[in-house]
């Protein structure tokens, strides 16, 4: 059993960064591939990186890369999504999830769910 936890969320002017936090619960949380998905409003869940166990891989979406990245401690149990450059289109609710999968590649694959924390970007 893992329990998420986001944080970091908040308002911000165009332009600007913002880090986003999860924690996790769990002994087994290096075993776990983590994920960012994002749901903006009237508009469906969406995939935005995902970071291997030990941190070796990652994937991000077309729509964030080179402006986010990810990362993870896990001797602290967390995973970190650096925002930089935001736009107005980056505004929604963030959700960090795990995967017991090795390279997670849809958001069924995904075992565990945060609560969400909201990005709002300003133009």
């Known amino acids: 059993q893992v329990q998420l936890v986001e944080s970091g969320g908040g308002l911000v002017q165009a332009g600007g960064s913002l880090r986003l936090s999860c924690a996790a619960s769990g002994r087994t949380f290096s075993s776990y591939a983590m994920g960012w998905f994002r749901q903006a409003p009237g508009k469906e869940r969406e995939f935005v990186v995902v970071?291997?166990?030990?941190?070796?891989?990652?994937y991000y979406a077309d729509s964030v890369k080179g402006r986010f990245t990810i990362s993870r401690d896990n001797a602290k149990n967390m995973v970190y999504l650096q925002m930089n450059s935001l736009k107005p289109e980056d505004t929604a609710v963030y959700y960090c999830?795990?995967?017991?999968?090795?390279?997670?590649?849809?958001?069924?694959?995904?075992?565990?769910w945060g609560q969400g924390t909201q990005v709002t970007v300003s133009s």
């Open positions: 970071i291997s166990w030990s941190g070796g891989y990652t």
């Open positions: 999830a795990a995967s017991r999968r090795t390279y997670p590649d849809t958001e069924k694959s995904y075992d565990y």
